[in-house]
DNA sequence: CGGCGTATTGACGCACCTCAAGGTAAGTGG
DNA sequence: CCACTTACCTTGAGGTGCGTCAATACGCCG
């Protein structure tokens, strides 16, 4: 079971920090957090099942959480890797008709997460407008995620898939790019990435063309310039120039990494 | 160009009934429409184009509108399809920093659209409380749409993926399933489906299978019960079960012609 | 050590993409 | 009204990336 997390000085910070409270005072924040419980769950602690009804919002201050969908035959698959920074839960918050989670969230890593009452972010967004448009900003950011993503899905290699999930996690999760320990399982990643475990395994070794590396868990990001060009190539005939398109944010993270 | 329609009594109900009004007195809704325009597009007309800034918040009444990227060697891809009901531009009215168009939006039948200032949507989400709920519940259905749709995309055969889509867009548009006109031409169709046209044209014939047949553009689905049984089979292996969860709110609009 | 979950490797097949060549429908100009 | 153009769609032959199935190897813990 998750343990309860008592208020201090160090994960205070978390709560003043949170993007959906950007924009108001100290005060107000206090006062909306009031509801809220600190709990630190552990690498496969169970947040919530699928077929549960939904009865918490959950913010991450630290850590991953795994969302996945369970099938009758016992396959997996992702949803969603959601980490510090991300909410769950806030979209069936707003959706009317019976509420119930339709995934199954385990902490992916040992996490610190902060609990609300579901209730509570409709009654936070209805008296803070403020919060009502954090919460539009970062469900648009969402949405603008899952198209792109939508879109390398179907026109990227399974090479670029996987670099470009490297690369956008070193740069969102803070690591250093010559040389991380990525914090999930490849399975949880193949299934993130929609291919199969086989496939990935197969599809490690190719990386050295795109400048990566890994072995075991550890990634290193060794020759950006190489893995920038093999971002853009690798698409046969007339989706090359599509991919390059989508890959606009991905170069928005290459470049990230050049700059640190 | 598109034509400015005047508001008269036909065309006084579809602002009435716009969802992101509903709560709202029709004193209220006459206010916030003060600032919006209601045009009337021609099939093709251009709504706007990739790269240009954003400047309009759009309400769709009637038609549907074809948002879609375009690659430096012409060759298209599909975002989305929205019809009648939905809202273009709710999401970048959101997010900092440039806001530029990544896709072209143009109307892909005869279309009345109503136009907003990009800014009105901001103010109307924090005058009235009601809007940002009703805002966020269709974020969140769109968001859950997207999700649905990406587990589909990679679980299911080309066959399934297309009776989906015929059965949804039959639902969605409120036509007759014995017999009805499907208004995209096929090419839009295997774009939004992720699919190229030649796949299209070979899939179309084995449609039977399902209990569904095309020719030209005319679309019959006959035969419920095979439609529904073949959602659930053609998945390879270990996928089936994980499909046929992900069917079910497709089983859902079966359903619905059920009982129509 | 043995058991278990996780990861790798190989052989094979198939669904879909690619390239290329008609074919059909709709709009245009004489 | 008929030639002509253009857009859209269909059909064929061939290649390939990834899923499938099955066997093996590795790391971890009791």
Redesign the interface.
Known sequence: MPKRVLPNNANKDFIKNIFLFSGLTDAEKETLCADGVLYSYLKKEILYRQTDPVTHFYVICKGAVHLF?E???G?L?T?HLRVAGDTIN???????GSKVHHVNAVAATDSLILDFPISWL?NA??NY?VV??N???S??????N??L???N???MSSQQLLACFLTRTCVIEGHDQRGFTLPYSKSIVASRL?MMQETLSRTIPKLEECGISVENKHVKIYDLPKLEQNLCSHCPG?????A???LQKDAGNIKELKAA
Chains 1, 2 share one sequence.
């Open positions: 969908q099938a009758a035959d396959s698959v949803e806030s979209t069936p918050a707003f959706l009317p409709k967004v209805q407008s009502a448009l919460l539009l900003c469900l648009s950011q969402r949405a603008y899952m198209e993503e939508a879109r899905q179907s026109r929609r007339a989706q090359k120039c599509y390059r398109s989508t």
